[in-house]
């Protein structure tokens, strides 16, 4: 049998690749509270190089810290991001919600020519006010998103938008930096970004450190 010689403490597995990351990502540019974002951020892709795409507007990283402790909800595009966010870490046993599969969402989808992923969002609007939004995966949440605000939706306190991919996923991060309706945000220009990297994000902002 071999012998395979590898960290078994979880602690301490986070503690060396959180050094890994910060002895090799350029992070110059972030306040000390924006770097701690940024090292998680990057943990949950595994490329240093992503730290270069992150942006986040002033007071982001505050506003956000400041809705969790008030105990406001966490309103998410997918339920792996929902998954994704460690409940033991949220200051205020804050509600972590995904409306992709209620029974309307379906309904709302063909009713607006959207997604579902867009359409779920038509169940935040009641509870928009002061949360915090997450999205990761699907562009069309985004730029939905913005076209509730453009049209008076409530405003969350901050928005995490982190969707991934091709097709949509740079423009609508680019359309939520250009015009967040006084919103703080936090993107990944590009098309990198994803579940993972949002959840990360919450965990972050709901509580520094391991
Ligand atoms: C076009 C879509 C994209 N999805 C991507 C990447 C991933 N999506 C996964 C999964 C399991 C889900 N994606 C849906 C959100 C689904 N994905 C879409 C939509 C067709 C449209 C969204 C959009 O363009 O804005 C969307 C369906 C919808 O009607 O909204 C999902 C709901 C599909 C489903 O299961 O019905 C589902 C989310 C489930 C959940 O967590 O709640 C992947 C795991 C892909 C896979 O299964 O292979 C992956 C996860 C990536 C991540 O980190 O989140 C893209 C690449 C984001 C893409 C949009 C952009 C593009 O370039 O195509």
Known sequence: MPE????????????????IIRSEADLS??????ADLAVRMVHACGLVEAAQYFQF???FVSAARAALRSGA?????????????????????NEVICTLREPQTADIAREIGNTRSAAALKLWVERLAGSVVAIGNAPTALFYLLELLRDGAPK???????????????????ALAENSYGVP???VRGRLGGSAMTAAAVNSLARPGL
């Open 29 to 34: 540019r972030f306040s000390d509270e924006e």
């Open 57 to 59: 507007a002033p007071g």
């Open 185 to 187: 945000y936090a993107i």
């Open 4 to 19: 395979y010689d590898y960290i078994r403490d979880g602690d301490a597995i986070y503690e060396r690749s959180f050094a």
């Open 156 to 174: 969350p306190a901050a928005i995490i938008g982190m969707p991934v991919g091709f097709v949509g996923a740079a423009e609508s991060k680019d």
């Open 73 to 93: 909800p966490i309103f998410c595009d997918a339920f792996m991001v929902a998954h994704g966010i460690t409940r033991a870490r949220l200051p205020a046993d």
